[in-house]
C-alpha cells in the first residue's frame, strides 16, 4: 500500500534562512505527487505539483524516484510562509490524494 | 465564481447516533471527494463521487455512505456514531480526471 511520511512535525526557521521539507513516499508505481499549505484559518489550498514543474510563491520540489522523495525547498523564508504544510500522492488520475502528516513550518523575524 | 462551501461548521453528536454533512462543490466541478482529518494527522481519502456514483473509496467501513446529486452537491452520512469519528471533515471539488482539488473549510464533528 502506498504512504507518505513527513519526518518533521515542526521546522522553526528564521526569516531569510533556507527551508526544506522533507516528504518520502512508498508506491510501486508512477505517483503524482503535490505539496497543499493551509495559512491559519485558511482552507488547505494547492501549494504545487510535480507534473507542472512550477515555483509558487518561490518553492520548489523535486520528484526523486530513486529515492522516492518529493521534498519542498524555499532558499529565503519569508514569515507569510509560517503555516502547515502537507505532502500528498495520487495514484490514479481522478486525484484520490493521500497526505502525510503534515508539518508545521513558522518562520521567526 | 463561489467556491466549496461545507455545513454545518460544527456539531456534537453523542456516540450510536446518526450525522450528515453537507457539501456544496465549486461552479463547475462535477467530482466530490471527502476526508476525515484526525486531530494531528493528515486527511484521510473517504471516497469519491463522480456524476453521482460512487468513484473510490478509501479504508472506511461501510457505515460511512454518501451521496452526490444531480447539482453536484453531495452529503457524507455517518451511521452508528463512535468516539473516534470525531474529526475535521473535508471535502473537495474538481473536474473530472486530474483536475485540481478545491477543499471546503470542513465541518468539525464531535462525538461524546
Known amino acids: 500500500a502506498q504512504r507518505v511520511t513527513q519526518p518533521e512535525k515542526l521546522l522553526s526557521v528564521f526569516k531569510g534562512a533556507p527551508v526544506e521539507l522533507k516528504c518520502n513516499y512508498s508506491?510501486?508505481?508512477?505517483?503524482?505527487l503535490f505539496w497543499y499549505v493551509q495559512y491559519s484559518r485558511q482552507r488547505l489550498q494547492l501549494l504545487l505539483r510535480?507534473?507542472s514543474r512550477e515555483s509558487i510563491k518561490g518553492f520548489t520540489a523535486d520528484l526523486n524516484k530513486g529515492e522516492t522523495s518529493f521534498h519542498l525547498k524555499k532558499p529565503f523564508a519569508q514569515e507569510e510562509d509560517s503555516a502547515m504544510y502537507y505532502c500528498?500522492?495520487?495514484?490514479?488520475?481522478?486525484?484520490?490524494?493521500?497526505f502525510g502528516a503534515g508539518t508545521q513550518v513558522v518562520v521567526t523575524p | 465564481e463561489t467556491g466549496v462551501t461545507q455545513s454545518p461548521t460544527h456539531l456534537i453528536k453523542t456516540r450510536g447516533q446518526q450525522v450528515t454533512l453537507r457539501c456544496s462543490s465549486q461552479?463547475?466541478?462535477?467530482?466530490v471527494s471527502w476526508y476525515q482529518q484526525a486531530l494531528g494527522q493528515g486527511p484521510q481519502f473517504i471516497f469519491q463521487?463522480?456524476?453521482?456514483?460512487?468513484?473510490g473509496r478509501g479504508n472506511f467501513p461501510p457505515r460511512f455512505s454518501g451521496l452526490q446529486f444531480p447539482n453536484y452537491s453531495s452529503e457524507l452520512n455517518v451511521n452508528a456514531l463512535e468516539l473516534d469519528d470525531s474529526a475535521l471533515y473535508l471535502c473537495?471539488?474538481?473536474?473530472?480526471?486530474?483536475?485540481?482539488?478545491?477543499f471546503g473549510p470542513g465541518t468539525r464533528l464531535t462525538v461524546t
Open positions: 473537495a471539488s474538481s473536474t473530472a480526471q486530474g483536475g485540481e482539488q478545491y
Open positions: 508506491y510501486s508505481g508512477s505517483p503524482e
Open positions: 510535480h507534473i
Open positions: 500528498a500522492l495520487s495514484t490514479d488520475s481522478w486525484g484520490k490524494l493521500q
Open positions: 461552479s463547475g466541478h462535477n467530482t
Open positions: 463521487y463522480y456524476r453521482e456514483e460512487e468513484n
